[in-house]
């Protein structure tokens, strides 16, 4: 049964995400924000497009994420592409930072979202598809929704 803190409202989604990467391992992140930034978080104005996560110092950081400016922030908003701290267990980070050294793994934000009042960040350890692995995919989705098209026509 489904508790009220369970409950999450996505902010954004990184679709380009799951084409360009394989998925290995996922994980969740709370963020570090300014007042400012929530704000405009809970308007739904944010962009996880272009960014990503690096470990630097035993601590991940996201680049590269775009929170637009909050409009009816009088003074002290925040800059839209500063990089932003997350929070991991320590024995997870370093978890990550064993398997970002081998070779071909990054960390990508796959999602944005509220849980229980609290941004959080759904991260992905992933690995880089090649040309031929992103048309293998293509070739696949469109050979199954021609067999439900099919399927659907026959019943």
């Known amino acids: 049964m489904a508790k009220d803190d369970d409950h999450i409202k996505i902010i954004a989604e990184n679709r380009k995400a799951r084409h360009e990467y394989f998925i290995e391992e996922r994980y969740e992140a709370g963020m570090v924000l300014t007042g400012t930034e929530v704000k405009s978080?809970?308007?739904?104005?944010?962009?996880?497009?272009?960014?990503?996560?690096?470990?630097?110092?035993?601590?991940?950081?996201?680049?590269?994420?775009?929170?637009?400016?909050?409009?009816?922030?009088?003074?002290?908003?925040?800059?839209?592409?500063?990089?932003?701290?997350?929070?991991?267990?320590?024995?997870?980070?370093?978890?990550?930072?064993?398997?970002?050294?081998?070779?071909?793994?990054?960390?990508?934000?796959?999602?944005?979202?509220?849980?229980?009042?609290?941004?959080?960040?759904?991260?992905?350890?992933a690995k880089g598809k090649h040309k031929y692995d992103k048309r293998d995919t293509i070739r696949r989705?469109?050979?199954q929704r021609d067999m439900d098209r099919i399927r659907k026509d026959y019943k």
């Open 41 to 125: 978080l809970r308007q739904g104005k944010s962009n996880l497009k272009d960014c990503h996560a690096k470990i630097r110092k035993g601590e991940i950081w996201v680049h590269q994420m775009h929170i637009s400016p909050y409009p009816f922030a009088y003074y002290d908003n925040h800059d839209p592409l500063r990089p932003r701290k997350l929070l991991l267990h320590k024995h997870e980070i370093m978890q990550l930072t064993g398997k970002i050294n081998e070779r071909g793994y990054a960390l990508i934000p796959l999602r944005l979202y509220f849980r229980a009042g609290k941004v959080k960040m759904e991260l992905a350890l």
């Open 141 to 143: 989705r469109d050979e």
